[in-house]
C-alpha cells in the first residue's frame, strides 16, 4: 500500500509526464489538424483579380502602335475635349503643353 507522500510523488510524476507528452506531441498534431471541409469562412480567403480593370489602367496612358508595342501619351485633354495623345515628358503624364 502507498503512503500519501508516494502517492502524491506519483501524481507529480505524471503530471510531469503528461506536461512533457502535451509539449512534445499533442501541440504538432494541432497545428498539422487537417483544414475541414465545407468551411463557411473560404469566401474570406478568395482573391479576385480585376484583370481587365487592370488591364484598362495600364492602357489608360498608353496607345497601342501597329507592331503590337505601346507608347506612352500625354493624358491632357484638348479643346474638343479629346485626350491629347501626344508624347508626354519624362515619366510624367502629360506633354509640354499640359503638364
Ligand atoms: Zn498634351
Known amino acids: 500500500m502507498q503512503t500519501k507522500s508516494q502517492t502524491k510523488a506519483y501524481r507529480e510524476n505524471v503530471a510531469r509526464l503528461l506536461a ?3 509539449g512534445a ?3 504538432p498534431v494541432i497545428y498539422t489538424e487537417p483544414v475541414k471541409k465545407n468551411n463557411t469562412k473560404k469566401e474570406e480567403y478568395s482573391v479576385e483579380i480585376d484583370f ?4 484598362r489602367a ?13 507608347k506612352y501619351i500625354c493624358l ?6 479629346d485626350i491629347c495623345k501626344r508624347k508626354p515628358i519624362g515619366h510624367t503624364d502629360y506633354c509640354a503643353c499640359h503638364k
Open 76 to 81: 491632357g485633354k484638348t479643346k474638343t475635349g
Open 58 to 70: 495600364w492602357l489608360a496612358n498608353k496607345q497601342k502602335l501597329s507592331d503590337a508595342t505601346y
Open 20 to 22: 512533457k507528452y502535451n
Open 52 to 55: 481587365d480593370g487592370a488591364s
Open 25 to 27: 506531441v499533442l501541440e
